[in-house]
């Protein structure tokens, strides 16, 4: 025999796992966040080696280690600019996974609405079950 389905009931799973994929997605714009930011990091320490050159230098030491820095700075900058957009997609994975869990908080509140709802229904429909049986009993007596 085939189970009637309820609708409310699969959409609340179809919420529930929305939620879960868009969690994952969310630790996996953390994740991509956190790892910009360590090649900032780096880029930076690499920068400040290059800034620190001691002793007197020729013209052609001097002109390879600025354009070293430049190529230093150009790929601090690159790796900057990466950072802020994982932060942005971070952000935007964090506006899912919350909107996600409001979608599923909701239809979990629908479903108990809709539960209480039945439960009274069926206390009515005992009660006036009750009552015909009462009133059926009295008129055969």
């Keep these: 025999m085939i189970r009637p389905r309820n609708p409310l009931a699969t959409l609340l799973r179809l919420r529930g796992i929305q939620e879960r994929r868009e969690r994952g997605a ?11 930011r360590a090649q900032v990091a780096a880029r930076k320490q690499v920068l400040d080696a290059l800034s620190m050159a001691g002793g007197p230098l020729s013209a052609a030491q001097l002109r390879a280690v600025r354009m070293q820095g430049d190529h230093a700075y ?3 900058r ?10 942005a997609e971070r952000d935007a994975a964090a506006a899912a996974a919350s909107r996600a869990a409001l979608r599923r908080k909701s239809t979990e509140r629908l479903v108990e609405r809709r539960d209480l709802e039945a439960q009274a229904l069926a206390r009515t429909a005992a009660a006036r079950a ?8 009295r008129s055969s007596s």
Excluded: F, I, N, Q
């Design 26 to 36: 969310l630790a996996r714009a953390e994740r991509a966040l956190a790892d910009s």
């Design 74 to 76: 150009e790929l601090l």
């Design 78 to 87: 690159a790796a900057r600019e990466a950072a802020a957009s994982a932060e």
């Design 130 to 137: 009750l009552d015909e049986l009462v009133v059926t009993r």
